[in-house]
């Protein structure tokens, strides 16, 4: 079974932090993305990355960074953190074969409360 | 940006009842739909990945159709369990594997 592993399920930081969200995946997938998920809103792309130092911006990409030294790492930072950064932040893995029709599979997500 | 919608947002349903719900996407350049299931607590899991107009697809109660000429699909739970309680995200793909969400229908089974 795919283990993606997100470094922490609960996070509080302060308006200005810089902070940053692991994400760590067993099963040797190229492709990793991280999503903000708010109510009403479903999960939202903000970045992705098909390869190692290789990175992509998704739908709301302002106020994040990625990084992706090692192919099973893939960490988001919120360079200057906000109130509105408050959020569910889920990672995502997936094998890139057939591309579009492979599920990704989830860590179990990161609440982070910015105060 | 690609238009993926759910309805209704929330449903609830008595223990035992049957129930559907509705993920609409753009008909063109259709390449797949991914249904997957959100449990309080835990992550998402991949139900379907559906490419197929016509294919159905099903996983013990749970089953779904895809109709890519107009745009939906129907997620179906037959007999419903406390244990169905859960978001049900729908997707589909844009370029490459990048996935765009709809915004999930939330179903909570009443025992």
């Known amino acids: 079974d795919v283990k993606v592993t997100q470094s922490s399920r609960y996070l509080v930081k302060r308006t200005g932090e810089k902070v940053f969200l692991e994400c760590v995946q067993d099963m040797d997938h190229e492709n990793m993305f991280w999503y903000r998920q708010d109510p009403g809103l479903g999960l939202r792309l903000i970045y992705f990355s098909y390869d190692v130092k290789m990175k992509e911006k998704?739908?709301?990409?302002?106020?994040?960074?990625?990084?992706?030294?090692?192919?099973?790492?893939?960490?988001?930072?919120?360079?200057?953190?906000?109130?509105?950064?408050?959020?569910?932040?889920?990672?995502?893995?997936?094998?890139?074969?057939?591309?579009?029709n492979q599920p990704q599979h989830f860590g179990d997500g990161t609440r982070l409360s910015i105060l | 940006i690609l238009n993926v919608e759910q309805s209704p947002q929330s449903l609830h349903v008595q223990e035992g009842d049957s129930t559907n719900f509705t993920c609409s996407f753009p008909s063109s350049n259709f390449y797949a739909?991914?249904?997957?299931?959100?449990?309080?607590?835990?992550?998402?899991?991949?139900?379907?990945?559906?490419?197929?107009?016509?294919?159905?697809?099903?996983?013990?109660?749970?089953?779904?159709?895809?109709?890519?000429?107009?745009?939906?699909?129907?997620?179906?739970?037959?007999?419903?369990?406390?244990e169905d309680s859960a978001t049900y995200l729908c997707a589909s793909p844009t370029a490459g594997?990048?996935?765009?969400?709809?915004?999930?229908?939330?179903?909570?089974?009443?025992?």
Request: aromatic letters at 10%.
């Open chain 1, 58 to 100: 998704g739908d709301i990409p302002e106020g994040y960074s990625v990084s992706r030294e090692k192919k099973e790492r893939f960490s988001l930072i919120l360079e200057s953190a906000s109130t509105n950064q408050t959020s569910m932040y889920l990672c995502a893995s997936s094998s890139p074969q057939g591309k579009r």
């Open chain 2, 33 to 82: 739909l991914h249904w997957y299931r959100w449990e309080t607590a835990k992550s998402p899991e991949a139900l379907f990945v559906m490419t197929l107009n016509g294919d159905e697809k099903k996983k013990g109660r749970i089953s779904a159709t895809l109709n890519t000429k107009e745009g939906y699909s129907y997620l179906y739970i037959k007999g419903s369990q406390p």
């Open chain 2, 97 to 111: 594997n990048k996935l765009t969400f709809g915004g999930g229908t939330r179903v909570l089974v009443k025992p």
